[in-house]
């Protein structure tokens, strides 16, 4: 069973913050990871995407992937009000399709 | 970017009917679409993998015979949940690979289901 698991939450951090959300996952072949936001009511939308170890800024957002420790993550600088959603890491296992969601991880921005 | 369409976006019936849903790609072709359910406070559940052309392929534990899909056509892919039931309520989510990404998935609005 492909696992892919996040703390819950929620984590809660003052706005201007740097918010850091973490995922681990258990198949080693994977290789297409991905963070989607989800706010309340809503369908997930694309955050970031990383293939390869090391890290990948988009303007907030750095996306982090380390293979051997099975392990990325997703740092939010300047964290804003409306950053407050369901963060939700997936794992694509690399010659197909099928992607596996984490449980999501609650991010609360404090005014 | 891609854009999905997903229609209806919430739906009411009763114990027992059928609710159809329908999932479009609007500026690309898409062979394979997925679906996803969530229900409250829970991750996405991918269902089954639509494959345009040929029989769907369904997760462990998903009834076949209960969630219908069709996919017709290279821009669209129904979702039949047949006698429904109140534990049928749920966010059902549709989505197809981005032609811009690798595995990128791009999601439909999703279409929430009460089942009375």
């Known amino acids: 069973q492909k696992e892919v698991e996040q703390n819950s939450g929620p984590l809660s951090v003052p706005e201007g913050a740097i918010a850091s959300l973490n995922c681990t996952y258990s198949?080693?072949?994977?290789?297409?990871f991905f963070w989607y936001r989800q706010y309340s009511g809503k369908s997930p939308e694309l955050i970031m995407s990383?293939?390869?170890?090391g890290d990948k800024e988009d303007g907030r957002f750095t996306a982090q992937l380390n293979k051997a420790s099975q392990y990325v993550s997703l740092l939010i600088r300047d964290s804003q009000p409306s950053d407050s959603a369901t963060y939700l890491c997936?794992?694509?296992?690399?010659?197909?399709?099928?992607?596996?969601f984490g449980t999501g991880t609650k991010l609360q921005v404090i005014p | 970017g891609a854009v999905v369409s997903q229609h209806p976006s919430w739906v009411i019936c009763k114990s027992g009917t059928s609710v159809k849903i329908e999932c479009r790609s609007l500026?690309?072709?898409?062979?394979?679409m997925f679906w996803y359910r969530q229900f409250p406070k829970q991750s996405l559940m991918l269902m089954a993998t639509?494959?345009?052309?040929?029989?769907?392929?369904?997760e462990q534990g998903v009834e076949k015979d209960k969630f219908l899909i069709n996919h017709a056509s290279l821009t669209l892919s129904t979702l039949t949940v047949t006698s429904a039931h109140p534990e049928d309520s749920s966010f059902y989510i549709c989505?197809?690979?981005?032609?811009?990404?690798?595995?990128?998935?791009?999601f439909g609005a999703g279409s929430r289901l009460t089942v009375l």
């Open positions: 500026d690309f072709q898409a062979t394979t």
């Open positions: 198949d080693r072949g994977s290789q297409s």
């Open positions: 997936a794992v694509n296992e690399g010659g197909y399709q099928k992607v596996t």
């Open positions: 989505s197809a690979e981005d032609p811009s990404g690798a595995n990128v998935l791009t």
């Open positions: 639509s494959n345009e052309g040929s029989k769907a392929t369904y």
């Open positions: 990383i293939y390869s170890n």
